[in-house]
């Protein structure tokens, strides 16, 4: 079983930064994509930011060069976000794809989510 355990989010205000970490825990054998989505009220879920095979970022085109990802430790990614508007106020939800050991034996892939943690950015 693969737990991700999300941390950071709260209110800050227009221009204001925060940061946002995901660590994954259980019986993982690789992560091959970890990062982040979000989700505004009345908008589809859309890409923040990912990273593949531990070096290939990916970061959605409102967000690219205000947010970085970063891989903190061997399992936790870690979102520094920057220059934050209102337009970027969401629940962010961790997401990952990782082999995990299965319980007669081998590796078998998984698409693993977060709970969410709620972003406002707001005066």
């Known amino acids: 079983q693969v737990q991700l355990v999300e941390s950071g989010g709260g209110l800050v205000q227009p221009g204001g930064s925060l940061s946002l970490s995901c660590t994954a825990s259980?019986?993982?054998?690789?992560?091959?994509?970890m990062g982040w989505y979000r989700q505004a009220p009345g908008k589809e879920r859309e890409l923040v930011a990912t990273?593949?095979?531990?070096?290939?970022r990916t970061y959605g085109d409102s967000v690219r060069g205000r947010f970085t990802l970063s891989t903190i430790a061997a399992n936790t990614v870690h979102l520094q976000m920057n220059s934050l508007k209102p337009e970027d106020t969401a629940v962010y939800y961790c997401?990952?794809?990782?082999?995990?050991?299965?319980?007669?034996?081998?590796?078998?892939?998984?698409?693993?989510g977060g709970q969410g943690t709620l972003v406002t950015v707001s005066s």
């Open positions: 997401d990952a794809y990782i082999y995990s050991e299965s319980d007669g034996g081998g590796y078998q892939p998984g698409q693993y």
């Open positions: 259980g019986n993982i054998f690789r992560i091959i994509r």
């Open positions: 990273i593949t095979g531990g070096t290939t």
